[in-house]
């Protein structure tokens, strides 16, 4: 991954969310270039410290936010893992957690298929149980804003309503099996949110409110490009960075 701006990094001008970010995307190319696999150790504290030109409390600082988005597992006192991801549970087709990045961006490629014409069925249809339950989870995203917590649960359990709405089993059932890369995707999504102005969380929820408006006023069309619009953005807000929001 490119240095967000190797000319300030260099004269020491980055301000210290610049730093943290600098170090994530770091360490997350070391994972994703296939320097480092499931299970393998990162370079410690002071190594990754002199990689990126930043202090080690800056790369702990990133480290944590890996952590939480779940690419990689800090063992205190012991080194820092990259997650195993070897794992895939159950009989059925479910996916296990992702590998890397690509996995990441070729999941929100699924989902803008998937999810989209879950919602046009879902619009025309509007069965009130499911729309009740995307009107709860998008109360439990709400409160998330204002207590500053990510929301994870709430956005997780929105998507799943709106599957379920479609009335069609096909489309929570496929859901479902990529809950794990799916988690993944929102939870990396939102720890990355938390490093950017609070505007962009509250649009990330406009984009959820327009797309219950659009099912709830039974409009297809509207409620399909909704659902793609949101997954795109999405996706660009992950991988583009803040110097191009969407």
């Not at 159950?90 to 961006?105: K, T």
């Not at 950017?196 to 408006?213: C, I, T």
Request: charged letters at 25%; aromatic letters at 6%; a neutral charge.
């Amino acid at each position: 991954m490119a240095d967000p701006n190797p000319k300030q990094r260099k004269s020491g001008l980055l301000s210290p969310v610049s730093r943290v970010e600098h170090a994530y995307r770091g360490i997350l190319a070391l994972i994703t270039d296939g320097a480092l696999t499931a299970g393998e150790r990162l370079p410690s504290e002071a190594e990754m410290a002199t990689r990126f030109g930043v202090s080690r409390p800056v790369v702990r600082q990133a480290l944590t936010r890996l952590e939480q988005g779940r690419v990689v597992e800090v063992r205190w006192g012991a080194g820092s893992y990259v997650r195993d991801v070897s794992r895939v549970e159950g009989g059925e087709a479910n996916f296990g957690p992702v590998r890397s990045l690509d996995e990441v961006r070729s999941a929100f490629e699924f989902r803008e298929a998937v999810e989209g014409d879950a919602a046009a069925l879902a619009a025309a249809r509007r069965p009130p149980e499911a729309l009740a339950a995307a009107r709860r989870a998008l109360a439990k995203i709400d409160h998330s804003l204002a207590t500053g917590s990510l929301g994870e649960e709430g956005d997780l359990e929105f998507h799943f309503a709106i599957a379920q709405a479609s009335g069609n089993p096909f489309f929570e059932r496929i859901l479902r099996s990529i809950q794990r890369p799916l988690e993944f995707s929102i939870s990396l999504t939102r720890t990355l949110s938390q490093t950017h102005p609070a505007e962009r969380r509250f649009d990330v929820q406009a984009e959820h409110v327009a797309v219950l408006e659009a099912i709830e006023a039974g409009r297809p069309d509207a409620a399909r490009v909704a659902m793609r619009l949101h997954l795109t953005n999405s996706c660009k807000r992950l991988f583009q960075g803040p110097a191009q929001d969407a």
